[in-house]
């Protein structure tokens, strides 16, 4: 038992580490960032500077959170969390987002 209970630790504390792997362009870092869930909800010109991953099976708001805070890190005025890709409920499904900056 005290085995599984260091593992299931150990599970959670690798799981709260993970990353946002991000291709793109960097800017001054911003205070806020707008969500969207497709690009032609957004009603302001923009560009794309960059593509965002993080794995899916961390759930829905904290997709949201890892992306939003990572949007203000690179100077991102949006984030559009475009979907999931991979076998869905396993360690291989991730969450695909894209980076805006406004004109």
Same mark, same amino acid.
Request: a neutral charge; hydrophobic letters at 40%.
């Given at each position: 038992?005290?085995? %599984?209970?260091?593992?299931?630790?150990? @599970?959670?504390?690798? +799981?709260?580490?993970?990353?946002?792997?991000?291709?793109?362009?960097?800017?001054?870092?911003?205070?806020?960032?707008? =969500?969207?869930? @497709?690009?032609?909800?957004?009603?302001? @010109?923009?560009?794309?500077?960059?593509?965002?991953? %993080?794995? !899916?099976? +961390?759930?829905?708001?904290?997709?949201?959170?890892?992306?939003?805070?990572?949007?203000?890190? #690179?100077? !991102?005025?949006? =984030?559009?969390?475009?979907?999931?890709?991979? #076998?869905?409920?396993?360690?291989?499904?991730? !969450?695909?987002?894209?980076?805006?900056?406004?004109?």
């Amino acid at each position: 038992m005290k085995n %599984y209970l260091i593992i299931c630790g150990l @599970s959670l504390l690798l +799981a709260s580490c993970a990353m946002v792997s991000y291709v793109g362009e960097k800017y001054p870092p911003s205070t806020s960032v707008d =969500v969207f869930y @497709s690009t032609h909800d957004v009603t302001k @010109s923009f560009k794309v500077i960059g593509h965002m991953t %993080y794995p !899916a099976n +961390a759930g829905t708001e904290a997709i949201k959170a890892k992306f939003v805070a990572y949007g203000k890190s #690179i100077g !991102a005025d949006a =984030v559009v969390i475009t979907g999931n890709q991979g #076998i869905m409920d396993s360690e291989y499904a991730y !969450a695909t987002g894209d980076a805006l900056k406004y004109n």
